[in-house]
């Protein structure tokens, strides 16, 4: 069996981002690395936003907004969010600067193969795939195992579910300079439902419906919801350039008790992805980089993970719309309504002090939140 310093299962956002910041860090340049997946990464499979005010990636964003809609059914409200901007990245051109990267490094190599078992046997790991088996010091995995989560009720698991399309308009009814952050105007069903609109022209968009919930719906609910809401904003005669769908885990499951010395869970197998939100890219650019810098002075990771205030706030809201699906949209309108937008993205982002904390959560329905931490109480 060939043997690696470090092995990476899966080649997915988690994964890549982590070895683009080993060989920025130029500190692992004497390790050798591998990366196993049966996806070649070769689709454009996925679209990532997040804002920021420097410069992350910007030589693959593909699209920057300065201004965001908020919207309901009874009102509407353009959030000024400099001196951030909303951004977009498209996967493939995520997957192509990365791989040029790793392609360009000597101790680097990708495996296109399906991982089906790895394990810890001592102070080496065993990584198997569909044909053969490797050994290595340390196991980077970015699997997702969600029977772990489904098979324990501590921590409910919701899910942010949706189908875009990018479709090109024959009427002129997008603003290209705002993106529709979040627009509850739509039909709620007793879930949190909202509609994500990112134009790029004032003839182009992705146009995408959204859950957070427990159960996922059928395809042609999602695109006649879709179809619906472009018919509400006046198209008469439209185009499907592209689509897409996905499906985030939404939970605070302690996926990190499950790392041992030598193998780490990342990505959303790790709990990488942000609980309340779903959002990934923003978060796992931290985490990676916290991860690349733990490297150089620990070898333990069960050291890696810590909890903070924020993994505590998303456990609430996660509680909070398990219990009462249909509350997403109050939650959120009332954070949006006289929030401060920039408090708001820094408390999204988990950059915010414990003053803008209060700012936000005092602006919360309190009953819901009050019983959803007195229930914490006794389960803890």
């Given at each position: 069996m060939?043997?690696?310093?470090y092995?990476?299962?899966?080649?997915?956002?988690?994964?890549?981002?982590?070895?683009?910041?080993?060989?920025?860090?130029?500190k692992?340049?004497?390790?050798?690395?591998?990366?196993?997946?049966?996806?070649?990464?070769?689709?454009?499979?996925?679209?990532?936003?997040?804002?920021?005010?420097?410069?992350?990636?910007?030589?693959?964003?593909s699209?920057?907004?300065?201004?965001?809609?908020?919207?309901?059914?009874?009102?509407?409200?353009v959030?000024n969010?400099?001196?951030?901007?909303?951004?977009?990245i498209?996967g493939?051109?995520?997957?192509?600067?990365?791989?040029?990267?790793?392609?360009?490094?000597?101790?680097?190599?990708?495996?296109?193969?399906?991982?089906?078992?790895?394990?810890?046997?001592g102070n080496?790991?065993?990584?198997?795939?569909?044909?053969?088996?490797?050994?290595?010091?340390?196991?980077?995995?970015s699997?997702?195992?969600?029977?772990?989560?489904?098979?324990?009720?501590?921590?409910?698991?919701?899910?942010q579910?949706?189908i875009?399309w990018?479709?090109?308009?024959?009427?002129?009814?997008?603003?290209?300079n705002?993106?529709?952050?979040?627009?509850?105007?739509v039909?709620?069903?007793?879930?949190?439902?909202f509609?994500?609109?990112?134009?790029?022209?004032?003839?182009?968009?992705?146009?995408?419906?959204?859950?957070?919930?427990?159960?996922?719906?059928?395809?042609?609910?999602?695109?006649?919801e879709?179809?619906?809401?472009?018919?509400k904003?006046?198209?008469?005669?439209?185009?499907?350039?592209?689509?897409?769908?996905?499906?985030i885990?939404?939970?605070c499951?302690?996926?990190?008790?499950?790392?041992?010395?030598?193998?780490?869970?990342?990505g959303?197998?790790?709990?990488?992805?942000?609980?309340?939100?779903?959002?990934?890219?923003?978060?796992?650019?931290?985490?990676?980089?916290e991860?690349?810098?733990?490297?150089?002075?620990?070898?333990?990771?069960?050291?890696?993970?810590?909890?903070?205030?924020?993994?505590f706030?998303?456990?609430?809201?996660?509680?909070?719309?398990?219990?009462?699906?249909?509350?997403?949209?109050?939650?959120?309108?009332?954070?949006?309504r006289?929030?401060?937008?920039?408090?708001?993205?820094?408390f999204?982002?988990?950059?915010?002090s414990?003053?803008?904390?209060l700012?936000?959560?005092?602006?919360?329905?309190k009953?819901?939140?009050?019983?959803?931490?007195f229930?914490?109480?006794?389960?803890?």
């Amino acid at each position: 069996m060939k043997h690696y310093h470090y092995i990476f299962t899966g080649s997915g956002l988690s994964a890549l981002m982590t070895v683009y910041e080993m060989i920025k860090s130029r500190k692992f340049e004497d390790k050798s690395i591998l990366l196993i997946d049966e996806n070649l990464k070769k689709t454009n499979d996925r679209t990532w936003c997040f804002w920021e005010d420097t410069n992350l990636f910007d030589e693959i964003v593909s699209k920057k907004w300065n201004s965001a809609l908020f919207a309901n059914e009874s009102f509407q409200k353009v959030l000024n969010i400099e001196p951030f901007q909303y951004k977009k990245i498209k996967g493939l051109d995520f997957y192509n600067l990365v791989f040029e990267l790793i392609f360009k490094q000597n101790n680097i190599h990708f495996s296109n193969q399906k991982v089906i078992d790895f394990e810890e046997l001592g102070n080496h790991c065993v990584v198997k795939t569909d044909s053969e088996s490797y050994t290595c010091n340390k196991v980077f995995n970015s699997i997702l195992d969600i029977n772990r989560v489904k098979l324990q009720s501590k921590y409910p698991l919701l899910q942010q579910h949706f189908i875009g399309w990018f479709i090109k308009s024959k009427e002129a009814v997008f603003n290209p300079n705002c993106a529709t952050f979040m627009d509850f105007s739509v039909e709620q069903k007793g879930n949190t439902r909202f509609m994500y609109v990112l134009p790029t022209s004032e003839t182009e968009a992705l146009i995408e419906y959204t859950l957070f919930s427990k159960d996922l719906l059928s395809t042609s609910e999602y695109e006649s919801e879709i179809e619906n809401y472009i018919q509400k904003l006046g198209i008469s005669e439209f185009e499907i350039i592209e689509k897409e769908q996905g499906n985030i885990p939404m939970t605070c499951y302690e996926f990190w008790k499950h790392n041992t010395k030598n193998i780490i869970n990342i990505g959303s197998a790790g709990g990488w992805t942000k609980p309340s939100t779903g959002f990934t890219f923003k978060n796992v650019t931290k985490k990676s980089k916290e991860l690349v810098q733990f490297l150089q002075s620990e070898n333990d990771f069960k050291k890696f993970h810590k909890k903070d205030k924020f993994w505590f706030y998303d456990l609430l809201f996660i509680d909070v719309l398990y219990q009462n699906n249909a509350l997403g949209s109050k939650v959120f309108s009332s954070i949006f309504r006289n929030g401060n937008p920039i408090t708001i993205f820094k408390f999204l982002d988990n950059e915010s002090s414990f003053l803008e904390d209060l700012q936000i959560i005092w602006k919360c329905p309190k009953l819901p939140f009050l019983k959803a931490v007195f229930n914490r109480i006794i389960k803890f």
